[in-house]
């Protein structure tokens, strides 16, 4: 997740890359080839399969809802390795929202190593949960679905005029990189709603 966070952050924010490195058309962003990118769906796609399997011996782990998203993400990264589609997309789904996960990381070792009041080591945990409250916001829900426009909005330019295309290579892939975008968007205004929005608000409230 690291590995993942901080390549999406670099290529996304830093170099842009992602934006950059290939033509500004429908057809370059679903198309166009960026190394980053590969080295995501090839680290993504390793790491969902391996959470997918060790969530099934966690039982708060082995639930519908994330081994569906495990299994999703595992998908669409191998499909992005396998025709090379979509790699603009990939490097902020794959990359930018896993920056989240980077703070949820050192958050939750407050579970194991709990803070006393008043240490550095608890103001870590807090700034920690904080930057991932707003990262998660930020990345998984407002980008997320701002970012989904403008893919379905390429992939039904593209599909209308069937241009860009790699000899061998189908539209098959736009399918499915379309409806799993919608499902683990869905996926992320759960995890939103249904686990970080009652902590807030139990945290405040009380």
Known sequence: ??????????????????????????????????EE??????????????DFFASLFIPEHATPVFLTHHLLAALCAWFSLEYQYAHHYAVFFGGCSEISSIFLVIADFDNFFPA????????????CQGMFVLTFFYYRIVGWWQESYHLWSDALIVLGKKSGLRPGKSLFFLYVFLAVDVALGLLQLYWFGFGILPKLVEIFGG
């Open 1 to 34: 997740q690291l590995f993942m966070g901080i390549t999406g952050f670099m290529a996304w924010h830093v170099s842009k890359r992602a934006h950059l490195a290939i033509p500004a058309t429908p057809e370059g962003r679903l198309f166009g080839y960026l």
């Open 116 to 127: 006393s009041h008043g240490t550095s080591w608890q103001g870590r945990v807090t700034a």
């Open 37 to 50: 990118a590969d080295r995501l769906n090839a680290g993504i796609f390793v790491f969902q399969v391996w």
